[in-house]
């Protein structure tokens, strides 16, 4: 409450101070101040154009957005149609493991009834399965937000083993998570890669605590400078 009371004090002697600024610097502030919420107008305004419906962005059957990796899709269902990252920003990785072998993903990805899908899936040699395109939205971190603001590897493997993760498997991934944070100019970090676990409202535990995040960041950083 004393902080509280402090501050409010603060603003009223700021207040006072503000007595003598003249006419010109108002106006002056007011037109920098008009002239910001017109760009933010304005992005928002292109980012309605590209949620309308039948307004889509062109793309190729089978196409996918990293190097190298075999296209496998998903069901339907298990994703929705966008543009990113022109609709929806890009700005986060969400690594998710799997709880089973890479067959098992993918068949439950591409089955209507499962209700949800990665946009990748890492097998333990390393070998990348693209399931869904970068432009769409996957139902994957269990979180609406999330799910539009991010893109989901998936790895096979259990939580309570170490021996899931593979050294192939780490330098795939990291590489593609580089390649990710490339194209949508993401910062490589633990703020904007995370694991399933840290996405609000998930009673998912994956990757679990096998998962060697300093050494995965570290590769992620080596790829991503190498990409540059």
């Not at 409450?1 to 009223?12: H, I």
């Not at 006419?23 to 305004?45: H, M, P, Y």
């Not at 399933?196 to 992620?220: A, F, K, N, S």
């Amino acid at each position: 409450m004393g902080e509280e009371l402090e501050e409010q004090d603060t603003t009223a002697e700021r207040g006072r101070g503000r007595r003598g600024i003249d006419r010109r610097t108002l106006l002056i502030g007011g037109a920098v101040a008009a002239a910001g919420t017109a760009v933010l107008a304005s992005d928002e305004l292109s980012r309605l154009w590209w949620r309308l419906p039948g307004v889509v962005k062109k793309r190729k059957e089978g196409e996918v957005d990293a190097r190298g990796a075999q296209w496998v899709a998903a069901s339907d269902y298990n994703w929705r149609r966008a543009d990113r990252p022109d609709d929806y920003g890009i700005d986060m990785v969400v690594i998710h493991v799997v709880q089973g072998g890479y067959a098992t993903a993918l068949r439950v990805f591409k089955d209507p009834a499962h209700g949800a899908a990665a946009h990748y899936v890492v097998r333990k040699d390393g070998h990348v399965a693209q399931m869904i395109r970068e432009l769409d939205v996957a139902f994957h971190a269990g979180n609406k937000s999330y799910n539009e603001r991010s893109i989901g590897i998936e790895h096979e493997g259990f939580v309570d083993k170490k021996s899931s993760f593979t050294d192939a498997m780490y330098e795939s991934s990291a590489r593609l998570t580089a390649g990710i944070c490339k194209r949508y100019d993401i910062a490589v970090d633990r703020k904007h890669i995370i694991g399933h676990v840290e996405v609000p409202g998930t009673d998912h535990t994956d990757p679990g605590p096998h998962w060697d995040w300093d050494r995965y960041i570290e590769l992620v950083r080596k790829a991503r400078t190498a990409l540059a």
